[in-house]
């Protein structure tokens, strides 16, 4: 099946930092997305990006879907303690949808 | 609007015993899926269901079953558990028959223990 590649794998980070995390794949795709999963929860929608080049921001984060369309990167500006979680990169494939393996990011205030 | 919920929140259960996780979406998607999330192993697809009536196979659907009686209900068997079967289990689902399904809504998970 698809492989993606995400890293890093972790991340500890000041309060206030800027934050930058992608993922690769040797497949192209039409879809990237992206994920947050706080502890104890389901992981939550960020973003999503369906043209190759897009740049899209929500809030503090942007994330962009690469022009060859086998990678994308989150940024997370400012970063604040409750940034805290692991977030996934999705890529889709039908109806069905393949995620990296996740970065956790830990913020210290 | 509850999203998507899962029950139970949580379960132990000794090897070979069987069970059922209920997945319920009051957002009239199509497509329902039951993921296992695994330390280091992100989340891996065990089935999903592109409608009610229908079932697929995912990418690790060996030793569970599913069923989608109704459209606003996706159910995961256990029929004989083992402890390689420990793990928190998601349940998500997304999109209408007209409109594009790649965004996922998912549920709070079950964490599942099997001794």
């Known amino acids: 099946g698809q492989q993606l590649n995400q890293s890093p794998q972790s991340m500890f980070i000041q309060e206030g930092e800027d934050v930058s995390m992608n993922c690769t794949s040797s497949s192209i795709f039409n879809t990237w997305l992206w994920y947050k999963q706080d502890p104890g929860e389901g992981p939550v929608l960020l973003i999503a990006?369906?043209?190759?080049?897009e740049l899209t921001s929500n809030g503090r984060l942007t994330a962009q879907f690469g022009t060859t369309r086998k990678d994308s990167f989150l940024n997370i500006s400012a970063s604040i303690p409750s940034d805290v979680g692991i977030y996934f990169c999705?890529?889709?494939?039908?109806?069905?949808?393949?995620f990296g393996e996740g970065t956790q990011l830990t913020v210290n205030p | 609007n509850a999203g998507v919920t899962q029950t139970p929140k949580f379960r132990v259960l000794k090897t070979g015993q069987s069970m059922t996780l209920l997945c319920a979406q009051d957002?009239?998607?199509?497509?329902m899926y039951w993921y296992r999330q695994d330390p280091g192993m992100g989340l891996r697809l065990i089935h999903y269901s592109v409608g009610e009536g229908t079932t697929a196979k995912g990418e690790v659907p060996d030793g569970y079953n599913v069923s989608r009686l109704k459209k606003q209900n996706f159910l995961l068997g256990l029929e004989s558990a083992a402890p390689s079967q420990t793990s928190v289990y998601f349940c998500?689902?997304?999109?209408?028959?007209?409109?594009?399904?790649?965004?996922?809504?998912f549920g709070p998970g079950t964490r599942l223990t099997v001794t």
């Open positions: 998500a689902s997304s999109g209408h028959r007209d409109t594009p399904s790649y965004e996922q809504y």
């Open positions: 957002m009239n998607h199509e497509y």
């Open positions: 990006l369906y043209k190759a080049g």
């Open positions: 999705g890529v889709t494939s039908g109806s069905r949808l393949t």
